[in-house]
Each structure stands twice: as C-alpha cells, then as structure tokens.
C-alpha cells in the first residue's frame, strides 16, 4: 500500500488549500484514514480522520469548523479542505490509513510522505 499526499503550498492568512493523499496498492474500503500534521520543533498532531465505511468523521478543536475531511471511493482518495488558514497551521502534513489504536493516535501501518504548508501572516 502507498500513500501519495500532495496539494501542499504557500498562501496568506485567511487563504485555503486542498490536500489530496492518493492510495494505492490496494483498496482500503474498510479502514480508517487521518491527516496528520507536525510544525517545527513540535510532536506529530492528529488533524482530522474519517472512516472509509460510513464517512464519519473526527477533527482536533484547533481545525473544527475551518477544515474538511472528505473521500472519494472512486478516486481511492482522501483530501484535506483547509479554509481560513492561520500561520499556525504551518506545518508538514501527512497521511495515513489503517490505525492500530484510536484513529488520534499517530500509530498507523501506512504512512505518505509529507506536504508542506506554509502560511504567512
């Protein structure tokens, strides 16, 4: 399984991006897949997540009302709607699928490399 994030960039404060991480290998139509995120000099943070079955969704409090999970079963796609973006959320983010823990939790069995996001104030 391989998981290819991308849509990372720079914009201002007040801006948007849309992340997309593109699964490949093997369909994961069963799992759980999140983003995750780590700014300079901090730990790996749990963003948001959703459930391939059903769509249920679950966002850390600093994201909630500003970013939106989302998948495409068609495209075996997950992305990553960031509106009103703060120079806070500056950071890498990653995605990953298929937890062994509660899906907060960074311990997953697959991982993508990392997209910046750069926002400036």
């Known amino acids: 399984v391989q998981l290819q994030a991308s849509g990372g960039g720079f914009t201002q404060a007040g801006g948007s991006l849309r992340l997309s991480c593109a699964v490949s290998?093997?369909?994961?139509?069963?799992?759980?897949m999140a983003w995750f995120r780590r700014a300079p000099g901090k730990e790996r943070e749990f963003v948001a997540g959703i459930m391939w079955r059903g769509g249920t969704t679950n966002y850390a409090d600093s994201v909630k009302g500003r970013f939106t999970i989302s998948r495409d079963n068609a495209k075996n796609t997950v992305y990553l709607q960031m509106n009103s973006l703060k120079p806070e959320d500056t950071a890498d983010y990653y995605c990953?699928?298929?937890?062994?823990?509660?899906?907060?939790?960074?311990?997953?069995?697959?991982w993508g490399k990392g997209t910046l996001v750069t926002v400036s104030s």
């Open positions: 990953a699928a298929d937890p062994r823990l509660n899906m907060r939790v960074p311990a997953y069995n697959y």
């Open positions: 290998g093997r369909a994961l139509r069963t799992t759980t």
